[in-house]
């Protein structure tokens, strides 16, 4: 037994025995159980749908990435198409298919005369693509300016 110069002291320091009880009140019950596990489910079945909807969005404009890029690139195709020509223009349409990255896109292009003087045409553009059971499109309209052959745009006036 341990002592201690201040009286209580002794009391503080006796070890009480343990007494176990083996009462009918432990654990969970079954409708817990149930309750917890349906939470359960709701709060993973809504996770997943946000998943989910979050990889169709991801998709959505990795497709519309594509299809910009891939109008601009026709647009700077028939720009230079038309610096090559010697000054004659026809209005034209161009369509066609091409596939990026597993997806099936039909392009189109106009080209319309807007200045014959400054020579400058309007190019309207349009990527059409299936995306689940909805259509989309994405649309491109700029203004090029051709350099045709026999205009020089580099040339130095002061020298002639």
């Not at 002794?10 to 009462?23: E, V, W």
Request: charged residues 20%.
């Amino acid at each position: 037994m341990l002592f201690f110069s201040k009286p209580g002291l002794n009391q503080l320091f006796k070890f009480k025995s343990l007494k176990i009880s083996f009462s009918q009140n432990k654990g969970f019950t079954l409708v817990e159980v149930l309750i917890s596990a349906v939470i359960l489910a709701v709060g993973l079945v809504v996770i997943f749908e946000v998943f989910l909807t979050s990889l169709d969005i991801v998709s959505l404009f990795d497709n519309r990435m594509n299809a910009q890029m891939y109008l601009d690139e026709k647009i700077w195709q028939l720009q230079s198409s038309l610096d090559q020509q010697s000054g004659l223009f026809i209005p034209s349409k161009q369509s066609g298919k091409v596939v990026l990255g597993q997806k099936e896109f039909n392009w189109q292009l106009d080209l319309e005369l807007v200045d014959l003087t400054q020579e400058l045409f309007k190019v309207n553009g349009q990527m059409n693509w299936t995306e689940g059971k909805k259509n989309r499109s994405s649309k491109r309209q700029t203004v090029v300016k051709s350099y045709f052959s026999n205009a020089n745009p580099w040339k130095d006036e002061d020298k002639q």
